[in-house]
């Protein structure tokens, strides 16, 4: 069974800082792409960044400047580094992977999600 684990969420004052991390694991065969998503009240869910596994990164416009996404050495932990924080990144914050896993008689590619983490930005 393949799951990822996320952690890091809180509530912090406009303009600081938090870091969020997600660790997958299981009977993982490859990790093509980790990364995060978020939903605020209301809203779709969209893409907040995303990492290759050749590490080329993507970011939402939104984000650009302020948040980083990293890889773990161990490479199947993905860390989201996010400063400058303001109110209109309040949301669940969720953690992707797109992975190859093994099942009893073969290799298969899907999506994994997390269960989610509340980041709130207020004062």
């Known amino acids: 069974q393949v799951q990822l684990v996320e952690s890091g969420g809180g509530l912090v004052q406009p303009g600081g800082s938090l870091r969020l991390s997600c660790a997958a694991s299981?009977?993982?065969?490859?990790?093509?792409?980790m990364g995060w998503y978020r939903q605020a009240p209301g809203k779709q869910r969209e893409l907040v960044a995303v990492i290759i596994s050749g590490g080329s990164t993507n970011f939402a416009d939104s984000v650009k400047g302020r948040f980083t996404i990293s890889r773990g050495t161990a490479k199947n932990t993905v860390y989201l580094q996010m400063n400058s924080l303001k109110p209109e990144d309040t949301a669940v914050y969720y953690c992707?992977?797109?992975?190859?896993?093994?099942?009893?008689?073969?290799?298969?590619?899907?999506?994994?999600w997390g269960q989610g983490t509340q980041v709130t930005v207020s004062s």
């Open positions: 299981g009977s993982i065969f490859s990790i093509k792409t």
């Open positions: 992707n992977a797109r992975m190859v896993v093994r099942t009893t008689t073969r290799l298969n590619e899907d999506d994994y």
